[in-house]
């Protein structure tokens, strides 16, 4: 399909050639410029076949006459990895350099001939056809037969020279090497890589290095193979991505006393950090926002890196929340991701199709921790929170960030300090008292409105989460172990009066 690029600087109109991959297309604003010659560089197993057969298979579908050279595969090897992905290569010509055992559809004698022979026959079938797109898969044979770098790099610039006078679009994909010299004539370069990480699954992604006369998206760019072929997940940034304005609104729990303590409660489009060691109630008081938020009629999405959907069910049911109904009615929505099988731009493409298909208004990530996981190269882990926090903002989204501390005290940070990002941030802590452990919430961070500045403690239990009055004897709060030295009566009791069978969050 040909798509319209106008831009103010150009007079007239820009027919683009799509490529078949909604991302890819997205990257290069639409697609690739008609007649153009481009080079797609990866090393083995990074797609380059897979991009190639579907370039090629949007074309067939638009009615297009389309070419396929295979120079290092047979025609039986390249139908084998077309019927792994669900496809029909019918309407594609296929030419080969290969030999084909007893095959009369056999274009081109066997690999032995001469490059000047190959050469020759692969112009004359071009131009016998007259197709609209071409693939020639891969150089690295041709360089082979050419023995040299000078007879490689003429013979490219003959083909070029030939291919330009059928305004054909072409792809030629090449294995990458030090010494490609190819860049400097094509019209773009698509490079596609494959990263191994130390444990979980491969993490591919592509850079647009070049596009002559044409505006895309740089830097890199995650992508993935499926059965359907190349999935590619453009690296997301805010500002292309601007909706209405915002009109900030109050948020609250649906708990008073929680709300009183965050100063009416919190606002939309904010980002929120809970914070503190494991059991003291982070994920629990994010899932009564997001059940709150679906009580009262908006739609609330949780991705869970740290628990199954079952547990966190399990969880909140018995904190009193009726998380089942929402569940039910769509109005929240619980994902279980996996940081070993995921990467940081797949995650962002996620929870965007997510925010704009189901009209998001909280969304919480439970944990930062299990994100981080999904970031190889930390470095780069708060810029692209960054990029994530200021679309959610400015979609209106109310964004909840669970972030544990290692040890069971929380005297150690994650190794993300990602609290300067934040609007909100709530500090949870276990204290001591008589001999029995407790729970303590307080607000250390609210931009933009008041909140209450004492301690207050925390109780989670069958008939739901309580937050109670202010603790004002307090010895080692900045320790990270705050310890309780007031009356006993100061402190929330269970309800047998024994302190025994409370629920832990």
Not at 281 to 295: E, L, R, T
Not at 378 to 391: D, K, N, S, T
Not at 425 to 436: D, K, S, T, Y
Request: charged fraction near 20%; proline fraction near 4%.
């Amino acid at each position: 399909m040909l798509l319209q690029e106008t831009t103010a600087d150009k007079k007239d109109d820009i027919t683009l050639v799509e490529t078949g991959i909604v991302g890819l297309d997205d990257i290069l604003r639409g697609g690739l410029s008609p007649g153009g010659l481009y080079l797609i560089e990866g090393t083995s197993g990074t797609g380059k076949t897979t991009l190639g057969l579907q370039f090629a298979l949007a074309g067939a579908a638009q009615g297009e006459s389309v070419v396929y050279v295979t120079l290092s595969e047979t025609h039986k090897d390249l139908e084998s990895v077309a019927r792994s992905h669900g496809w029909d290569l019918d309407h594609v010509h296929i030419m080969q350099a290969l030999a084909l055992q007893g095959k009369a559809a056999t274009m081109f004698y066997p690999s032995e001939v001469e490059l000047e022979k190959l050469m020759t026959r692969l112009r004359e079938e071009i131009q016998r056809i007259g197709p609209a797109r071409i693939v020639i898969d891969s150089l690295s044979e041709i360089r082979l037969m050419a023995e040299g770098p000078l007879r490689y790099r003429r013979e490219m610039m003959g083909l070029k020279q030939f291919l330009a006078s059928g305004r054909s679009t072409v792809l030629l994909l090449e294995e990458s090497t030090a010494e490609s010299s190819l860049r400097t004539f094509a019209d773009g370069v698509i490079l596609l890589e494959q990263l191994a990480p130390a444990y979980g699954s491969e993490r591919r992604r592509l850079w647009i290095i070049k596009a002559r006369g044409r505006t895309y998206a740089g830097g890199f760019h995650d992508f993935v193979i499926r059965k359907e072929g190349l999935e590619v997940f453009p690296r997301l940034v805010a500002a292309e991505h601007r909706a209405e304005p915002h009109q900030p609104a109050v948020l609250p729990s649906g708990i008073a006393s929680l709300d009183a303590l965050l100063g009416g409660g919190l606002m939309t489009g904010g980002s929120t950090l809970l914070v503190g060691p494991a059991g003291t109630g982070k994920s629990s008081i994010a899932m009564q926002f997001a059940v709150n938020a679906a009580a009262c009629g908006g739609n609330a999405t949780v991705f869970s890196f740290d628990e199954r959907p079952e547990t966190a069910i399990a969880r909140a049911s018995g904190l009193h929340m009726n998380v089942q109904a929402h569940l039910d009615s769509g109005r929240l929505r619980i994902h279980q991701t996996d940081p070993a099988e995921l990467s940081a731009g797949q995650f962002a493409h996620i929870v965007r199709t997510e925010v704009e298909s189901h009209n998001t208004s909280v969304l919480v990530i439970d944990s930062l921790n299990g994100y981080l996981l999904a970031i190889p190269d930390q470095r780069f882990l708060l810029a692209q929170m960054h990029e994530l926090l200021v679309y959610l903002g400015q979609r209106g989204v109310a964004t909840f960030f669970v972030m544990g501390q290692s040890g069971v005290v929380g005297d150690n940070l994650s190794p993300a300090d990602a609290s300067y990002l934040m609007d909100n941030m709530l500090v949870l802590r276990f204290f001591e008292a008589q001999g029995e452990v407790h729970k303590a919430i307080s607000v250390v961070k609210k931009r933009g409105g008041p909140h209450e500045i004492a301690i207050r403690e925390l109780k989670l239990g069958p008939e739901g989460i309580t937050v109670g009055e202010s603790l004002r004897q307090f010895q080692g709060i900045l320790t990270g172990v705050p310890i309780f030295t007031g009356a006993p009566s100061q402190l929330m009791q269970a309800k047998d009066g024994t302190g025994h069978g409370r629920q832990e969050g």
